[in-house]
């Protein structure tokens, strides 16, 4: 089955009905760049720089290499061409791709910008074929898809403008070939897409007023006008052009002018217009105490420029020309909801918003302890404008201050000659509160402000409320609401109580808010710690993932942290803990359980894996996941892994779990992970369990966490040793210790014998022999124990190991006479272990060369280059031509020299692996050296230096400084 490459819009690669799925990021954008442009080859040194434009040359080499292995497990290479050094999209690989197919329908498309769009008849093939070319747009280029190198993103906005405009014109063609066999419904059709992909373009807008037009819809293609004069005139500053303005005169007919009617028609019959009050009058601002107003404490309003701008937007266009308008300011807890509104109720309360000044200020609040309690909300929001009752301008009938009664009691305090309606007792009484309350509201200072917060608290009757008010008239009431609703917890409300229709009309926008970006948040700690040290911003940021109440929170923990406590790690604010206490205990016993499970899985896990873990029926966890979905505490991503959408869940879930039921969770985890193993049942539990050498390292990483953290000793052990063999295999060596010291903790837990006390000096030896972290001191003390262990167990054929690793201590440490002792205690077992004899060798080799003998160091570095030729094997990240490189250098042989260092490189970029990558270059850094070519030494010394850091490597670190600092020294 053929592969097929979709760019416009998402990148996706799939193959028949599925999704193939690419792991490596920079792998998919070599694939993106190289399918956009199929006629052309680059070279390796190219495309290095586009996909890691900010690595040295080396670097960025290595993880191109890497890249492309890992990228030839997921997806066929063959759709790559290489030709020498250059690589390029291979045509002939049965690739397809939606962009050579839109190039191919599309040829000849020239876009057209007159008006009206040229009419051109074409042949049905050809019409069909400009079809299938638009019906390829998903959306632009590259869609969503972001790649950490400022070229490539440079590129893709290159690319992305390039199709936005090919679009265009093969929508422009459609729309002539259309009009040219007068099918008009497809003409407004067409150009409406047009619209949604630019809408400045005027043409476009002609193309939808004829067509409505010509289709019997005046009134239609009118409105169509004046959508198109507001675009202009909101985005642009400008007005719509001359063949626009005909066109839409042209429309209305003889009986209208170029701007419309010459005089305004006159108001409806029986109805009163309001008109709003003269700029200078006073705001009436009602609200309950302790509501929205802006707290000059609270914390500063960062980040929120264009959500601000977009709510300000919609409010100022309603109170300007109306309908009516409410918008929905949409995210989760904590993310700065309230306090983007109080901002703008302040801003209302103070004076004119933009060139709109609202007379009528009302706040509510929903509440959770009230959300069964009708009309609780709005009436919190409406009785302190019940002050208006008294003067004695407003004009409200008797009848309707009585309904209005129902809902506050207080009208009659301030009536007490009204009688109290009768109970509500059919549909028409409550329409009659409904009429009341917009007839209360119409009599305030026109145009109204209502502000309502924590929306999803509100009963259905206070939404059906709102429904009715936001559809009044706006002769009668001119009112903007702005209503705050949680993230995940307004989609039930919402459907209930039929405020999709508002939003289907029009009359409903949403403005959604997100965390801060990186920027933001960084500029917010500034804003909330001002030149304190005590607060690091990044590490604020890497906690917080941007989230504002979080982010305000940690900042005001770490500034009240002393001196002696700012090494300890932060803890999740009790503010947040709180909030997502709260937030869970809402969704039921269920729900929680499915939190705690997924909380033991670090990475994520599937619904199979939570299923077997809770134990709980398929179908209610899936309706656990549910709610914790729409409740935005977790998330599914693109390998449909089930993963919460913050570690701060995570965090606090783990950090309110009792020790005995964390260790059952990681249990139950266990059980679930290792049913998906091809390993003997029987033996799941045991040390005999083993996975093929290719296992999933991170299969591997998370049956030692749930193995460990279950207090499953045995399997934990058995499997913390697999995974440190897989690390070390990567190259992962501080990882692989890591492991190491984790088997060695698991085996500290079970009760000792014979065996074990083998294996605890098999570990050790192995943990040592990869230790390049710890102080030379602690790793020798480590083989003297390890000695000692074995000479009281009698597991004397460890001991010439313990000798070897004590001997590689010895010599970095510069004690090359301890070391030469050790040898000389070992040559008498060299005869009976060709594998001591080649060791020695090695040692005896670099201590001479430490110690100054070169020409003898030569003779035995040499014997181990053959033995290696011959099929012996030295640890990773080690050679031999390295330090037959160095002494050819001292001893002035330098095309010997040279050539050592040319099979080092070779060695360098087969293995891929930093601390050898980084010993090429000290290598290199000695050969310049020695050939008095400093500044070159220098600088092959200083990016030795750079990656041995990077990869944590103190040993190469040390040599690579030493090299650098006697370089600049000549």
Same mark, same amino acid.
């Given at each position: 089955?053929?592969?097929?490459?979709?760019?416009?819009?998402?990148?996706?690669?799939?193959?028949? &009905?599925?999704?193939?799925?690419?792991?490596?990021?920079?792998?998919? /954008?070599?694939?993106?760049?190289?399918?956009?442009?199929?006629?052309?080859?680059?070279?390796?040194?190219?495309?290095?720089?586009?996909?890691?434009?900010?690595?040295?040359?080396?670097?960025?080499?290595?993880?191109?290499?890497?890249?492309?292995?890992?990228?030839?497990?997921?997806?066929?290479?063959?759709?790559?061409?290489?030709?020498?050094?250059?690589?390029?999209?291979?045509?002939?690989?049965?690739?397809?791709?939606?962009?050579?197919?839109?190039?191919?329908?599309?040829?000849?498309?020239?876009?057209?910008?007159?008006?009206?769009?040229?009419?051109? &008849?074409?042949?049905?093939?050809?019409?069909?074929?400009?079809?299938?070319?638009?019906?390829?747009?998903?959306?632009?280029?590259?869609?969503?898809?972001?790649?950490?190198?400022?070229?490539?993103?440079?590129?893709?906005?290159?690319?992305?403008?390039?199709?936005?405009?090919?679009?265009?014109?093969?929508?422009?063609?459609?729309? =002539?070939?259309?009009?040219?066999?007068?099918?008009?419904?497809?003409?407004?059709?067409?150009?409406?897409?047009?619209?949604?992909?630019?809408?400045?373009?005027?043409?476009?807008?002609?193309?939808?007023?004829? =067509?409505?037009?010509?289709?019997?819809?005046?009134?239609?293609?009118?409105?169509?006008?004046?959508?198109?004069?507001?675009?202009?005139?909101?985005?642009?500053?400008?007005?719509?052009?001359?063949?626009?303005?005909?066109?839409?005169?042209?429309?209305?007919?003889?009986?209208?002018?170029?701007?419309?009617?010459?005089?305004?028609?006159?108001?409806?019959?029986?109805?009163?217009?309001?008109?709003?009050?003269?700029?200078?009058?006073?705001?009436?601002?009602?609200?309950?105490?302790?509501?929205?107003? =802006?707290?000059?404490?609270?914390?500063?309003?960062?980040?929120?420029?264009?959500?601000?701008?977009?709510?300000?937007?919609?409010?100022?266009?309603?109170?300007?020309?109306?309908?009516?308008?409410?918008?929905?300011?949409?995210?989760?807890?904590?993310?700065?909801?309230?306090?983007?509104?109080?901002?703008?109720?302040?801003?209302?309360?103070?004076?004119?918003?933009?060139?709109?000044?609202?007379?009528?200020?009302?706040?509510?609040?929903?509440?959770?302890?009230?959300?069964?309690?009708?009309?609780?909300?709005?009436?919190?929001?409406?009785?302190?404008?019940?002050?208006?009752?008294?003067?004695?301008?407003?004009?409200?009938?008797?009848?309707?201050?009585?309904?209005?009664?129902?809902?506050?009691?207080?009208?009659?305090?301030?009536?007490?000659?009204?009688?109290?309606?009768?109970?509500?007792?059919?549909?028409?009484?409550?329409?009659?509160?409904?009429?009341?309350?917009?007839?209360?509201?119409?009599?305030?200072?026109?145009?109204?402000?209502?502000?309502?917060?924590?929306?999803?608290?509100?009963?259905?009757?206070?939404?059906?409320?709102?429904?009715?008010?936001?559809?009044?008239?706006?002769?009668?009431?001119?009112?903007?609401?702005?209503?705050?609703?949680?993230?995940?917890?307004?989609?039930?409300?919402?459907?209930?109580?039929?405020?999709?229709?508002?939003?289907?009309?029009?009359?409903?926008?949403?403005?959604?808010?997100?965390?801060?970006?990186?920027?933001?948040?960084?500029?917010?700690?500034?804003?909330?710690?001002?030149?304190?040290?005590?607060?690091?911003?990044?590490?604020?940021?890497?906690?917080?993932?941007?989230?504002?109440?979080?982010?305000?929170?940690?900042?005001?923990?770490?500034?009240?942290?002393?001196?002696?406590?700012?090494?300890?790690?932060?803890?999740?604010?009790?503010?947040?803990?709180?909030?997502?206490?709260?937030?869970?205990?809402?969704?039921?016993?269920?729900?929680?359980?499915?939190?705690?499970?997924?909380?033991?899985?670090?990475?994520?896990?599937?619904?199979?894996?939570?299923?077997?873990?809770?134990?709980? /029926?398929?179908?209610?966890?899936?309706?656990?996941?549910?709610?914790?979905?729409?409740?935005?505490?977790?998330?599914?991503?693109?390998?449909?892994?089930?993963?919460?959408?913050?570690?701060?869940?995570?965090?606090?879930?783990?950090?309110?779990?009792?020790?005995?039921?964390?260790?059952?969770?990681?249990?139950?985890?266990?059980?679930?992970?290792?049913?998906?193993?091809?390993?003997?049942?029987?033996?799941?539990?045991?040390?005999?369990?083993?996975?093929?050498?290719?296992?999933?390292?991170?299969?591997?990483?998370?049956?030692?966490?749930?193995?460990?953290?279950?207090?499953? #000793?045995?399997?934990?052990?058995?499997?913390?040793?697999?995974?440190?063999?897989? =690390?070390?295999?990567?190259?992962?060596?501080?990882?692989?210790?890591?492991?190491?010291?984790?088997?060695?903790?698991?085996?500290?837990?079970?009760?000792?014998?014979?065996?074990?006390?083998?294996?605890?000096?098999?570990?050790?030896?192995?943990?040592?022999?990869?230790?390049? #972290?710890?102080?030379?001191?602690?790793?020798?003390?480590?083989?003297?124990?390890?000695?000692?262990?074995?000479?009281?167990?009698?597991?004397?054929?460890?001991?010439?190991?313990?000798?070897?690793?004590?001997?590689?201590?010895?010599?970095?440490?510069?004690?090359?006479?301890?070391?030469?002792?050790?040898?000389?205690?070992?040559?008498?077992?060299?005869?009976?272990?060709?594998?001591?004899?080649?060791?020695?060798?090695?040692?005896?080799?670099?201590?001479?060369?430490?110690?100054?003998?070169?020409?003898?160091?030569?003779?035995?570095?040499?014997?181990?280059?053959?033995?290696?030729?011959?099929?012996?094997?030295?640890?990773?990240?080690?050679?031999?031509?390295?330090?037959?490189?160095?002494?050819?250098?001292?001893?002035?042989?330098?095309?010997?020299?040279?050539?050592?260092?040319?099979?080092?490189?070779?060695?360098?970029?087969?293995?891929?692996?930093? &601390?050898?990558?980084?010993?090429?270059?000290?290598?290199?850094?000695?050969?310049?050296?020695?050939?008095?070519?400093?500044?070159?030494?220098?600088?092959?010394?200083?990016?030795?230096?750079?990656?041995?850091?990077?990869?944590?490597?103190?040993?190469?670190?040390?040599?690579?400084?030493? #090299?650098?600092?006697?370089?600049?020294?000549?």
């Amino acid at each position: 089955m053929n592969y097929r490459l979709l760019l416009l819009g998402p990148p996706l690669l799939v193959r028949g &009905s599925e999704t193939v799925p690419l792991k490596s990021r920079k792998g998919q /954008a070599l694939l993106w760049y190289l399918a956009a442009n199929p006629d052309k080859t680059f070279s390796r040194e190219h495309l290095h720089g586009l996909l890691w434009d900010e690595l040295p040359s080396n670097s960025a080499r290595r993880d191109f290499n890497t890249m492309l292995s890992r990228l030839r497990a997921e997806a066929p290479l063959d759709c790559i061409r290489r030709t020498g050094t250059q690589l390029g999209w291979n045509p002939d690989a049965g690739f397809s791709t939606d962009i050579a197919d839109f190039l191919r329908w599309t040829a000849g498309s020239e876009p057209h910008f007159g008006s009206p769009p040229p009419q051109l &008849s074409l042949a049905p093939d050809a019409k069909e074929a400009l079809r299938r070319a638009v019906a390829l747009w998903r959306g632009p280029f590259l869609d969503g898809f972001t790649c950490d190198s400022a070229v490539y993103e440079e590129w893709m906005l290159t690319e992305r403008h390039r199709w936005e405009v090919r679009m265009l014109a093969a929508l422009h063609q459609l729309i =002539a070939a259309e009009r040219a066999d007068a099918r008009w419904d497809q003409v407004a059709a067409v150009a409406r897409r047009g619209l949604e992909l630019d809408p400045l373009q005027e043409p476009f807008y002609r193309a939808v007023m004829e =067509a409505l037009f010509r289709l019997g819809n005046r009134s239609a293609a009118l409105t169509e006008f004046e959508r198109c004069r507001r675009v202009l005139e909101e985005q642009l500053g400008t007005t719509p052009d001359e063949a626009t303005m005909t066109l839409a005169e042209t429309i209305r007919g003889p009986a209208y002018g170029a701007f419309g009617p010459a005089a305004p028609p006159a108001p409806p019959l029986n109805r009163e217009y309001h008109a709003p009050p003269a700029p200078s009058a006073p705001v009436l601002r009602c609200m309950p105490p302790d509501t929205l107003t =802006a707290d000059p404490a609270a914390a500063p309003l960062v980040g929120r420029d264009a959500e601000y701008a977009q709510l300000l937007e919609a409010i100022t266009r309603t109170a300007r020309t109306g309908p009516n308008q409410m918008v929905l300011l949409v995210g989760e807890a904590g993310v700065g909801k309230t306090r983007l509104m109080a901002e703008v109720e302040d801003a209302a309360a103070r004076g004119p918003l933009a060139d709109v000044r609202f007379s009528t200020v009302l706040v509510g609040r929903g509440h959770e302890s009230m959300a069964s309690v009708p009309y609780a909300a709005l009436a919190e929001a409406l009785e302190p404008a019940l002050a208006v009752l008294d003067d004695s301008g407003t004009n409200l009938p008797d009848v309707w201050l009585r309904e209005l009664g129902r809902l506050l009691p207080d009208v009659f305090v301030h009536r007490p000659d009204l009688y109290p309606p009768l109970p509500m007792g059919s549909g028409d009484d409550q329409l009659r509160l409904f009429r009341a309350v917009a007839r209360f509201l119409g009599r305030l200072p026109q145009p109204v402000l209502l502000v309502l917060d924590d929306l999803q608290w509100a009963d259905p009757l206070t939404i059906s409320l709102l429904d009715y008010l936001v559809r009044q008239p706006s002769g009668e009431l001119r009112l903007a609401v702005v209503a705050a609703v949680r993230a995940g917890e307004d989609a039930d409300a919402l459907r209930r109580q039929a405020l999709y229709s508002l939003e289907r009309e029009g009359r409903l926008s949403r403005v959604v808010l997100g965390n801060l970006t990186r920027e933001d948040t960084l500029a917010l700690v500034r804003r909330l710690a001002p030149g304190q040290t005590s607060v690091d911003a990044g590490q604020v940021y890497t906690q917080t993932h941007g989230h504002p109440l979080y982010t305000v929170e940690l900042v005001a923990v770490m500034r009240e942290r002393t001196e002696g406590t700012r090494s300890e790690p932060l803890r999740v604010p009790p503010t947040m803990q709180n909030l997502v206490l709260s937030r869970l205990s809402r969704l039921g016993e269920a729900a929680y359980e499915v939190a705690e499970t997924l909380a033991v899985f670090d990475r994520g896990a599937t619904l199979a894996h939570l299923t077997r873990a809770t134990r709980l /029926a398929e179908v209610a966890v899936v309706a656990a996941l549910d709610k914790l979905a729409r409740a935005g505490i977790t998330i599914k991503t693109n390998q449909a892994v089930i993963d919460f959408g913050h570690d701060v869940f995570r965090d606090v879930v783990l950090d309110h779990m009792p020790p005995s039921r964390l260790s059952y969770r990681h249990r139950q985890a266990y059980a679930a992970l290792v049913q998906d193993l091809a390993v003997d049942p029987a033996d799941s539990a045991g040390q005999g369990s083993s996975l093929a050498p290719e296992t999933d390292p991170h299969t591997l990483a998370s049956l030692v966490t749930h193995a460990t953290g279950g207090q499953l #000793w045995e399997p934990a052990l058995n499997w913390a040793r697999q995974a440190a063999v897989a =690390a070390e295999r990567l190259y992962a060596f501080r990882l692989a210790l890591d492991y190491l010291n984790t088997a060695l903790h698991c085996l500290a837990q079970l009760p000792p014998t014979d065996v074990r006390l083998r294996e605890r000096l098999e570990l050790e030896l192995q943990a040592v022999k990869l230790d390049r #972290w710890s102080p030379a001191a602690e790793r020798d003390q480590r083989l003297a124990v390890a000695a000692r262990l074995a000479r009281e167990t009698g597991a004397v054929e460890y001991l010439p190991r313990i000798q070897m690793l004590q001997i590689e201590s010895f010599i970095l440490q510069g004690r090359c006479r301890e070391a030469l002792a050790l040898l000389r205690e070992l040559e008498p077992l060299s005869s009976q272990d060709p594998r001591l004899a080649f060791a020695l060798e090695v040692w005896h080799g670099a201590i001479q060369a430490v110690t100054g003998d070169i020409r003898q160091a030569i003779v035995h570095l040499t014997r181990v280059r053959d033995a290696l030729e011959a099929g012996e094997v030295l640890k990773p990240g080690t050679s031999v031509h390295g330090g037959l490189a160095s002494c050819y250098a001292a001893a002035g042989e330098f095309d010997k020299a040279l050539a050592c260092l040319e099979e080092m490189k070779r060695e360098e970029e087969a293995q891929g692996y930093q &601390s050898l990558t980084s010993k090429y270059l000290i290598v290199a850094a000695t050969v310049e050296y020695w050939r008095g070519r400093w500044r070159e030494a220098a600088g092959y010394a200083k990016e030795g230096w750079q990656i041995a850091r990077e990869a944590e490597d103190p040993a190469n670190e040390t040599f690579a400084a030493l #090299w650098l600092g006697a370089s600049v020294l000549e």
